[in-house]
């Protein structure tokens, strides 16, 4: 007998929660050889919405009869010695079951050691392959062994979590060392039987607790709660009979993302007919937004963008067909559509456009907006490099420029959430630009390098290095526009291979035959490296020798400016400035605005654990 319960909301009682539960009996049998199939028998759902423990939870009959089908389908998993493998099931089973699979199947997850009764490992489960501790002893007079383990799910390699909007942000490792805004743990409790074979499970109870905080986790956290338990009932003679139809690998024990629907923290909304809703949240805008803005306008539009996030390709065409000539009802439209954030909206968009349904300033409109919303998912980075080469996109310079840089910036937001990005989403770009150079096309060159520059991609440096006005290349001919924005396309790239990029900004910038705004730009992408206390030094010590007075300016003000920052990020950069510029002579503070100055705003304010630059 398995049962599940899942708990989301603020610790404090009396306070509202969110829930589901999951009950069903689970059959599992052998198929062959460390290979066994596991079922689930009169699965229940239930959802809770209320105050805990006070309100009941209520069956959730339609999402039941939903999944039903998917739920009773058998699966296949690889076991041995206590330890789960490759996962297989039918094409037709979606993530979302398999992953309340993967809840039962990481119960039976266990490493026994039989000469200790007390070890610590990285055990595979399904958050990533996590420090555990195990603890065992035995209960002489029922015959039993009490096994506990606990998983520190803040210690794991490869760890299974998505974030979610925050792509344009840095993440202070620093910060997350001292206050962290996810914590979780979760206890194993296990009553285990010896039997001639090895051991058999008679009960299991998990319990798991993980805790957000989007601020500092001293203001109180939000908390996700699981309870798992798992019973023995009884041993039968039939065998599980596999359902007709191939049995595909679909992963291990770790958790995969399926498609969720992107939700609005804070504001949740029920949806049961998209179509419908989004034709009453219209009607309502336009109704209520005639001669000034209603209170409830910026509430009621985000909620048209959340329905319209649950609404498919069809729904998009038949509302587009019913308003397209509407022109209130259609600018409503035209500006919820890109914000949805999903591949519809982008195949939308273009497929409008390129039938003639959108002006250039309409689509010009819905293309930036969409390049910076859209979830950048393989699928959404095809359809805007098929975008990218469209010969009506590429009459129209505008569209062009936008859709390129579009382009680079989804490739930024997709390597965000990839540990190894692969080169070929750069390629297109970088194909491009050398066509552009060996037809000498300045402009095209410009905005190829600001297309690398949003993307950031490190497999990009070598190209962007050949443009460089380095001594004895061919590019050192090439306008001083073209080397300023090559020089500025390293910036995003220094973020993540600064070693690489120190290296060349400071060959750059010591070169004292280039263009003073040159080696004023290599000092700017120098600094983004976060520069260690070595590397400073060595900066200020060219500086005192430097006899142009502008370059000398520009690098003294923004050393200064960066001794002033409070951010935890850039502390130790501050400290090796505060060092430098007292190596420097104090001449340079008292030159007049005539000379080049840098300047570093920032703030941070550590209960928020959030802060923000300028320079």
Known sequence: KYEALLLGGLPEEGLAKAGLKVSSKV?????APNLYMLKLVEPELYEFSGVWPKDPLKPATKLTLALAAQLMTPIKFEYGNGVVGKLFAPRGVSNTVLNVYRGILNILQLNIKKTQNVYELQEAGTQGLCKTIYGITEDEKAGHILLTKTRDLNHCQEKVMKDMGVAYTKKCEKCQQDSKNLRGATAYN?????VASGVMILDAGVNELIQFSPFSERNGAAQMETKQSLVFLEIQGTNIVPIEGEYLHRGSL???FSTELLQTPIQLIKIINAQAQVVEILNHLVIYNMG???EKAPMKFLELVQVLRAADAEDLEILWSQYRAKP???QWLLDAIPLIGTPVAVTFIKDKFLADDLTVVEAAQALVTSAHMVTASTEAILLVKALAVNSKILKNPVLRQIVLLGYGTMISKHCVEEVVCPAEVIKPVLDL???AVA???????????KVLGNAGHPSSLKAITKILPIHGTAAASLPTRVHAEAILSLRNIAKKEPRMIQELALQLYMDKSLHPELRMLSCIVLFETRPPMGLVTTLANIVRTEENLQVASFTYSHMKSLTRSSA??????????NIAIKILSPKLDRLSLRFSKAFHVDVYHSPLMLGAAAS
Not at 190 to 194: D, E, F, N, T
């Open 27 to 31: 059959l599992i049998s052998a198929a």
């Open 190 to 194: 296990y009553i285990l039987k010896p």
């Open 254 to 256: 770790k958790y995969e």
């Open 292 to 294: 000034r803005i209603h």
């Open 328 to 330: 209130v009802h259609r």
């Open 433 to 435: 630009l050398i066509e």
């Open 439 to 449: 037809k000498a096309e300045t402009q095209d060159i410009i905005l190829l390098l």
């Open 568 to 577: 935890i990020i850039h502390a130790s950069v501050a400290a090796a400035c």
